[in-house]
């Protein structure tokens, strides 16, 4: 099983600022890595796919990057919106996800 | 759109099976484009992928959970369902069903159900 590592665990951030999250792999996962944001009560909902590229209507503050088994995913400026949880998710070997960072109001 | 909804019952018996339909509206789910899936989440904790089908009726599962689920599909009526066997409290969760990005076995995915909450208690 590949292990995904997400850190850190919360991201104190005021609005306007700059998230920088990141997650690890266990072993190489070439560039199969997704990006969700989930908020209370909500489905996640997918941001970046394969490492770098935005879903279909997301912002373009969100960006990720990385291969291997390293990869960030960048907000270049907070939004009121984007305080909540990020998971990332590998399909390189069936499907796992990470364990998340809360993105929360300092 | 396509939209996705989860059903079944909010409550399952201890060593009982869990069983839940995802109703597909806006689109087809014999379409070769994609694959579907089932995800779940227990309360404050993170995602874990169950499994996927294809609307051929293939099926992909969780190595740790595949002794234990099944997945089937219903092209006639824009479904596909789960079935979770021997459920304890551990498989206490928000199940969510979904819809992957493209034609790929294992993908993200980029339509999700609301998702239902499951409760396994006596």
């Known amino acids: 099983e590949i292990v995904l590592t997400q850190s850190p665990a919360t991201l104190s951030l005021s609005p306007g600022e700059r998230a920088t999250l990141s997650c690890r792999a266990s072993q190489s996962i070439s560039s199969y890595l997704a990006w969700y944001q989930q908020k209370p009560g909500q489905a996640p909902r997918l941001l970046i796919y394969?490492?770098?590229n935005r879903a279909t209507g997301i912002p373009a503050r969100f960006s990720g990057s990385g291969s291997g088994t390293d990869f960030t995913l960048t907000i270049s400026s907070l939004e009121p919106e984007d305080f909540a949880v990020y998971y990332c998710?590998?399909?390189?070997?069936?499907?796992?996800f990470g364990g998340g960072t809360k993105v929360e109001i300092k | 759109q396509l939209q996705l909804q989860e059903s079944g019952p909010g409550l399952v018996k201890p060593s009982e099976t869990l069983s839940l339909t995802c109703t597909v509206s806006g689109g087809s789910i014999s379409s070769s484009s994609y694959y579907w899936g089932w995800i779940r989440q227990p309360p404050g904790k993170g995602l874990e992928w169950i499994g996927n089908?294809?609307?051929?009726?293939?099926?992909y599962y969780n190595p740790s959970l595949k002794s234990r689920v099944t997945i089937s599909v219903d092209t006639s009526k824009n479904q596909f369902s789960l079935k979770l066997s021997s459920v304890t409290a551990a498989d206490t969760a928000v199940y969510y069903c979904g819809r992957s990005l493209a034609a790929r076995i294992y993908d993200a995915f980029d339509i999700w159900g609301q998702g239902t909450m499951v409760t396994v208690s006596s």
């Open positions: 089908i294809y609307y051929s009726g293939s099926t």
């Open positions: 394969d490492a770098s």
């Open positions: 998710q590998q399909r390189s070997t069936w499907l796992t």
